[in-house]
C-alpha cells in the first residue's frame, strides 16, 4: 500500500517523538544523518540500539520496550527480517506509526502493525520525505 502524500505528512506532522530503532553513532551513517536531521527539525529523538549509551545527546535503550515515554513514530533502519518484531513492539508501546526507512519492505510488519492501527510506511527515508513535503524553502 503506498501512501499519498497528504497522508505522509500527516504522520510527519502528528509526530513528536520518534524512536529510532537501529540508530548508530557513526555520523556516516544515514541513520546518523536522518535523526541528526530530524532533531534539528524539532522531533524529540530516541535512539534504540542494544549497544547503549548516549547518541546526539540522548541516551540510547536496548529495545523499543525499555522506552520509558511515549513514541509516535518509530522510524526503522534495521534489516527486513527483523521488522515483525521490531512491528510487535511498536504495537506494544502504542506507537502511532511505523516506518521503515528507504529499501526496507516487510509485509508481516506491516500487516502486523495496520491490524493493531497503526499507519505504516516502506521504503521511503523520513528525512527525503520530510524535506519534501513539510520544510521550508530557505
Same mark, same amino acid.
Given at each position: 500500500?503506498? #501512501?499519498?502524500?497528504?497522508? #505522509?505528512?500527516?504522520?510527519? +506532522?502528528?509526530?513528536?517523538?520518534?524512536?529510532?530503532?537501529?540508530?548508530?553513532?557513526?555520523?556516516?551513517?544515514?541513520?546518523?544523518?536522518?535523526?541528526?536531521?530530524?532533531?534539528?527539525?524539532?522531533? +524529540?529523538?530516541?535512539?534504540?540500539?542494544?549497544?547503549?549509551?548516549?547518541?546526539?545527546?540522548?541516551? $540510547?535503550?536496548?529495545?523499543?520496550?525499555? $522506552?520509558?515515554?511515549?513514541?509516535?513514530?518509530?522510524?526503522?533502519?534495521?534489516?527486513?527480517?527483523?521488522?515483525?518484531?521490531?512491528?510487535?513492539?511498536?504495537?506494544?508501546?502504542?506507537?502511532?506509526?511505523?516506518?521503515?526507512?528507504?529499501?526496507?519492505?516487510?509485509?508481516?510488519?506491516?500487516? #502486523?502493525?495496520?491490524?493493531?492501527?497503526?499507519? $505504516?510506511?516502506?521504503? +521511503?527515508?523520513?528525512?527525503?520525505?520530510?524535506?519534501?513535503? #513539510?520544510? +521550508?524553502?530557505?
Amino acid at each position: 500500500m503506498i #501512501l499519498a502524500d497528504d497522508e #505522509l505528512g500527516r504522520i510527519l +506532522r502528528e509526530a513528536r517523538t520518534i524512536a529510532v530503532v537501529g540508530l548508530s553513532a557513526d555520523p556516516e551513517k544515514p541513520s546518523h544523518e536522518v535523526a541528526a536531521y530530524l532533531q534539528a527539525h524539532g522531533y +524529540r529523538i530516541i535512539p534504540v540500539n542494544p549497544r547503549g549509551g548516549v547518541i546526539l545527546g540522548e541516551t $540510547v535503550y536496548a529495545d523499543l520496550r525499555a $522506552v520509558p515515554e511515549p513514541v509516535d513514530l518509530v522510524d526503522v533502519f534495521r534489516p527486513a527480517a527483523a521488522c515483525p518484531d521490531i512491528a510487535r513492539a511498536a504495537v506494544a508501546v502504542e506507537a502511532k506509526a511505523l516506518w521503515l526507512q528507504l529499501g526496507i519492505v516487510n509485509e508481516e510488519a506491516a500487516a #502486523l502493525a495496520r491490524a493493531a492501527g497503526l499507519a $505504516v510506511v516502506m521504503d +521511503r527515508c523520513t528525512l527525503r520525505e520530510h524535506r519534501r513535503l #513539510l520544510a +521550508r524553502p530557505a
